[in-house]
């Protein structure tokens, strides 16, 4: 079953919220899956999340291949949340990824910490002797403007032969509060949360994007 691990040494990227937000989407569509929370903050909560969501913490550099392998065998997806550093750990989890994404917002900080992440990608790659997929996720960007910096940050990427999501992560309220009040973007409440509507959507497009991805990698 698909292993996609979210990798980013620079803190504050959005790996989790990316995360969690694939997690909750494939699970609303009847999908089991796993999450393993690699990060040692633990962000990563399933309060009120659906019941065919399980999570896993707690894993170590010794113990992440052998979680990955057990949660593989009982899920339809495995989502890994990575710690903010190029880890044995990490290494380790993009090893045995189907599908390695790499969020970064729209700066060049982040794009420094998506850079590291290709480089380990492209050294595991050869030692896997396979290519790992990958996909860069712009996180937290503005629903109405591209900044200069974002469309620098996306030339720059471009120019170097690595792809993008066409789906952006939208700077939303209700992701941020997927952390406070738990559940799904579809049992908050909408009395309390601002444009849960278009969180949704934005979502669903994101989701439905990476399960395209994964689609055309096993068919390749």
Not at 27 to 43: L, R, S, Y
Not at 137 to 145: E, G, I, K, Y
């Given at each position: ?11 504050g ?35 009120g999340?659906?019941s ?11 113990t ?26 990490v ?25 590291k ?16 997929p ?7 960007t ?6 200069r ?10 120019a170097?032969g ?15 509060d997927?952390?406070?009040f ?39």
């Amino acid at each position: 079953m698909p292993i996609i691990s979210f990798a980013n040494p620079k803190g504050g990227a959005g790996k989790t919220t990316s995360a969690l937000i694939l997690a909750t989407q494939l699970a609303e569509h009847g999908a089991k899956v796993a999450i393993i929370d690699a990060d040692p903050e633990q962000w990563a909560s399933l309060d009120g999340k659906p019941s065919n969501i399980s999570l896993v913490g707690g894993v170590t550099e010794d113990t992440i291949v052998d979680a990955i392998e057990d949660q593989s065998r009982i899920c339809q997806f495995v989502i890994i949340d990575l710690e903010g550093t190029a880890s044995l750990m990490v290494a380790n989890a993009i090893g045995m990824s189907d599908l390695v994404l790499i969020p970064i917002q729209g700066s060049s900080m982040d794009a420094r910490g998506g850079a590291k992440t290709i480089r380990l990608l492209k050294n595991q790659s050869k030692m896997a002797r396979r290519v790992i997929p990958h996909r860069v996720v712009f996180t937290r960007t503005s629903a109405a403007v591209r900044s200069r910096a974002l469309k620098n940050v996306q030339s720059q990427l471009e120019a170097n032969g690595i792809e993008v999501c066409r789906t952006h992560i939208v700077e939303r309220a209700a992701f941020r509060d997927l952390f406070d009040f738990g559940g799904t973007l579809t049992t908050l409440d909408d009395t309390r949360v601002s444009n849960i509507d278009k969180a949704i959507v934005n979502a669903s497009n994101f989701a439905g994007e990476v399960v395209s991805i994964l689609k055309k990698i096993e068919d390749a």
